[in-house]
């Protein structure tokens, strides 16, 4: 057996062991197919059979309802920054909401500015970005084509809760490092789109989850690529989609399923190992400092601090010693980032939180 770290990295992230042991076995050739997934046409029966058993398997976690779609896309959550917009920004008579919450918002919010005009109903940077609004602080316009929101943030560590409100426009959310953490309701949403490589699987592949009345809300005078209505009606397979990618994604929704038993138990088991880590924040005596307020704290990626940088740097280096690896935070927030997406196993961030606990007392 290879010797694998306890792999913190906030993307491309860990990926579940048994997911990475299925795809070893499978690589050179696929059962009855004699090729690798990589070798064969995205329009094989092999690949069909792949292609749909990813999406019904997804379909089932996240008991996504009949009128939506689950589409397979490349270019990233970067790319649907100019997407959605392009679709349902471009021609619109009102502006599109985006709700600020951090890195990632901001950047979704840049690229429909270039599209259209935009209205931002909240921006935490003030406080940079470690809080969330409340409901009645959102000044939300019911006419928008829609509002956009981070249920997520990955850099800050500011997470929505499951059922949090954005008002009567359709909902568009960036769920990329959150997106099968937990159970969605996402008959609430008019879209909803993730890159794979946080908790979905390898990159390469964004999965887009969209209502079909804004299906037929694309845009045809853009580029065909860029136009939803074009992949729903071709199974993502309009053009050659990452079959690999694809095909991971697959097993990880699988593994959900039958390993895990589901995203409830996901949560559950969410919940602990974040729990682990804020607890053992909140018991140093100030010698950690969460990023976030504790009433938004994400369980996917928990930033704080140390008391100095030197003490920042002492930090990473022994916990690499301890096989603890890629805990640098995203240099905008500094300090210290864990993230804990669903591949991560209970055992790592138990080892992580008792190391924090050891370096706490040797060194407060
Ligand atoms: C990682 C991330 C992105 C960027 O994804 P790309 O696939 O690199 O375009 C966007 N939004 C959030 C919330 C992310 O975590």
Request: with cysteine.
């Amino acid at each position: 057996m290879i010797d694998r770290v306890h792999n913190f990295s906030a993307g491309p992230a860990a990926l579940p062991l048994p997911v990475l042991q299925k795809a070893q076995e499978e690589l050179l050739a696929l059962p009855g197919v004699g090729s690798s997934v990589m070798e064969i046409s995205h329009r094989s029966k092999a690949f069909s059979a792949i292609n749909q058993e990813a999406n019904d398997n997804l379909r089932q976690l996240l008991n996504v309802p009949e009128n939506y779609k689950i589409l397979f896309l490349q270019g990233g959550a970067r790319l649907q920054f100019g997407m959605i917009p392009l679709n349902f920004l471009a021609d619109s008579p009102t502006a599109a909401d985006y709700v600020l919450t951090g890195s990632w918002g901001k950047h979704a919010c840049k690229e429909a500015k270039l599209v259209g005009d935009v209205n931002v109903v909240w921006d935490g940077g003030e406080t940079n970005y470690d809080r969330l609004p409340s409901a009645d602080q959102l000044q939300l316009n019911a006419d928008a084509p829609y509002v956009h929101f981070t249920s997520n943030e990955t850099i800050q560590g500011v997470q929505f809760d499951a059922d949090a409100q954005m008002g009567n426009a359709p909902w568009v959310c960036d769920a990329s490092s959150d997106i099968l953490c937990r159970p969605v309701p996402i008959e609430k949403y008019g879209l909803i789109y993730a890159c794979a490589q946080k908790n979905v699987g390898p990159a390469g592949v964004t999965l887009v989850i969209i209502r079909d009345d804004l299906i037929e809300k694309s845009n045809e005078k853009i580029p065909t690529y860029l136009n939803y209505a074009v992949h729903a009606k071709g199974d993502s397979l309009y053009n050659t989609p990452p079959s690999f990618a694809v095909y991971m994604v697959g097993l990880v929704a699988k593994w959900l399923l039958e390993d895990i038993g589901g995203l409830a138990k996901m949560e559950e088991t969410n919940q602990q190992k974040a729990a682990m880590l804020y607890e053992a924040i909140d018991a140093s005596n100030g010698f950690y400092a969460g990023h976030a307020q504790p009433e938004c704290r994400s369980i996917m990626n928990v930033a704080f601090r140390l008391p100095s940088d030197e003490l920042q740097d002492t930090f990473l280096a022994e916990a690499a010693e301890n096989k603890l690896t890629t805990l640098k935070g995203h240099r905008s927030v500094g300090g210290i980032r864990a993230s804990i997406y669903n591949a991560m196993p209970t055992e790592g961030v138990a080892a992580l939180r008792d190391f924090m606990k050891d370096f706490a007392a040797k060194n407060s």
